[in-house]
């Protein structure tokens, strides 16, 4: 397992309230999502099923739940890509706060009996592109112009689902679910090391239909990262607020 320097001993944080993060891959992180959590006052919980880590049977014991992205596909037959889509009906049914980014959103979906699939014309979204946020979205929070993206698929809205925001490749890049429940095509996670691992190891992608070309990649994140930073702190007070909110009360009489 690979321990993310940016991210306190997992000893230090015993005492406090559990974040359940499922990642896919060995070199995974959960960048500035883990990071924002830790800040907040949780502790992470990583576990890598397609690795033999088992999930939980109840989220009583966790305080929430984020489904990281992946290069996998959530139609894919492999027998952990079945396990995590069924088992995201455990938080779903306990109305626990549960955040799906990529892949976990088209996980979701498909739990959900919505579809999953790539553009009609096999145009991908890797790089800045914009979105834009329904009328329940801007009442919810504030929104970026632009979002990171890297994905080739897609996820059809679910029955039931609110639509947050939409783009012109893919239209369907946030949506809620019941109370609690939240599905993002793009990724706010991501930390200025992690593009640098990205667009290295997946360089072959840019060649892609409607990719973004590497240099396109820091280039627009000096520009259009600190609207999606502010995104994420918004949505993470809506979402799960802090586990030390009762600390920082008395700390401040």
Known sequence: ?????????????????????????????PGRVGQELVRRGFALDIR?????????????????????????????TDAFVSREIDWIGVPLKEEKPF???????????????AGVSSHDDGLVEIGYYDITPTETGRKMMRWP??????????????????????????????????PAAYGIQFHPELTYQMMVRWTTRGAPRM?????????????GRYVFDPG???????FLDLWIGRADAGRLAEAAE
């Open 99 to 113: 955040l799906g980014i990529c892949l976990g959103a088209q996980m979701m979906a498909r739990h959900l009996g």
């Open 207 to 219: 060649a892609l239909p409607g990719a973004r070309q590497r240099r396109d990649h820091f280039a």
């Open 1 to 29: 397992m690979i321990v993310d320097p940016s991210l306190p001993d997992p000893r230090a944080q015993a005492d406090r309230p559990k974040v359940l993060i499922v990642l896919h891959q060995e070199t995974s992180t």
């Open 228 to 234: 999606l930073k502010a995104w994420l702190d918004d």
């Open 145 to 178: 112009k632009k979002v990171y993206q890297w994905h080739r698929e897609g996820f059809d809205l679910p029955a039931g689902a609110e639509l947050l925001a939409t783009g012109d490749t893919y239209p369907t890049q946030a949506i809620r679910v019941g």
């Open 48 to 76: 890598r099923p397609r690795f033999g880590d088992l999930l939980p049977d109840t989220m009583e014991d966790h305080a929430g739940a984020v489904v990281f992205g992946g290069p996998m596909s959530a139609n894919d």
